[in-house]
């Protein structure tokens, strides 16, 4: 099967941004831990690392699947590739 030329963009968007996406996942995930020990301020009454640890990256990874899900609806809909009810 040829891919067409919206085939094509559709399909850059989508990588550009999973690649965004996972570079904030990266981030948050091992970049932050592994700096931990340097982040030392206070954040609402916390160091910032604990509270990165502990609650931060969950809300983090919440709002990366919550944008991701809106953000590829919408792509779905301006290439016409959204499932959902019939016109």
Do not use: C, P
């Amino acid at each position: 099967m040829q891919l067409t030329e919206k085939h094509r963009e559709y399909w850059s968007k989508n990588l550009r941004m999973t690649a965004i996406l996972l570079f904030i996942w990266f981030v948050v995930t091992f970049v932050v831990g592994y700096y931990a020990r340097d982040l030392s301020f206070n954040f609402f009454g916390w160091s910032f690392a604990f509270w990165m640890g502990a609650q931060g990256a969950l809300i983090i990874y919440v709002i990366i699947i919550w944008y991701y899900a809106r953000y590829m609806n919408n792509l779905d809909r301006v290439y016409d590739v959204h499932e959902g009810e019939e016109d």
